[in-house]
């Protein structure tokens, strides 16, 4: 394989949704195991700012909150796994969950909860603490944040009754 063919099948797997350095690589490394090749691929990739670590870091805590609300757990899990940098990554969370930042771990809690109050409007307060509790731990939210928001999840159903 040569560079051309290399960089129009990279382009086309960036065509998708954007990419860390890391998940590019990886790509890369399935294509060829030529290292130059991957070296001025990635230059390349760096030059046109096609691939930039902290961009994504940011791209991907904005869109998982926006489609699947998550704790910030759970997103640092996931852009660990993707291969970002820790200073990246905790710079990316802390600005994303700063007080004055439109959501933060209580608000998105509280948006993936909505989804289900219409389903667990009848249960009891026991169950819905289980079912609920079980359901914002596995999107990643701290304890804290899942104690307070099942309660106001927990009232507000059943305040409108």
Same mark, same amino acid.
């Given at each position: 394989?040569? $560079?051309? !063919? ?15 350095? @890391? +998940? ?9 195991? *030529?290292?130059? $090749?991957?070296? !001025? ?8 700012? $096609?691939?930039?670590? #902290? /961009?994504? /870091?940011?791209?991907?805590? +904005? ?11 759970? $997103?640092? !899990? #996931? ?5 970002? *940098? ?15 930042? @439109? ?5 998105? /809690?509280?948006? /993936?909860? !909505? ?31 899942? #104690? +307070?928001?099942?309660? @106001?999840?927990?009232?507000? @159903?059943?305040?409108?009754?």
């Amino acid at each position: 394989m040569d $560079l051309p !063919q290399l960089k129009n099948q990279v382009l086309k797997f960036l065509s998708y949704r954007p990419r860390s350095i @890391t +998940e590019v690589t990886r790509y890369l490394h399935g294509k060829t195991t *030529d290292e130059t $090749l991957i070296n !001025q691929t990635l230059d390349f990739l760096k030059k046109y700012k $096609l691939v930039d670590d #902290e /961009a994504f /870091a940011k791209w991907l805590v +904005e869109s998982r909150s926006r489609s699947r609300p998550r704790g910030s757990r759970l $997103l640092k !899990q #996931e852009l660990i796994s993707k291969g970002i *940098d820790p200073s990246i990554i905790n710079s990316q969370l802390s600005s994303f969950n700063l007080p004055s930042s @439109t959501l933060n771990d209580k608000d998105l /809690a509280l948006q /993936a909860l !909505q989804k289900k109050l219409p389903r667990w409007q009848n249960l009891a307060f026991r169950d819905f603490r289980v079912k609920a509790g079980r359901f914002l731990a596995s999107r990643g939210f701290s304890w804290g944040v899942i #104690e +307070e928001v099942v309660k @106001t999840g927990y009232n507000s @159903t059943h305040v409108s009754r």
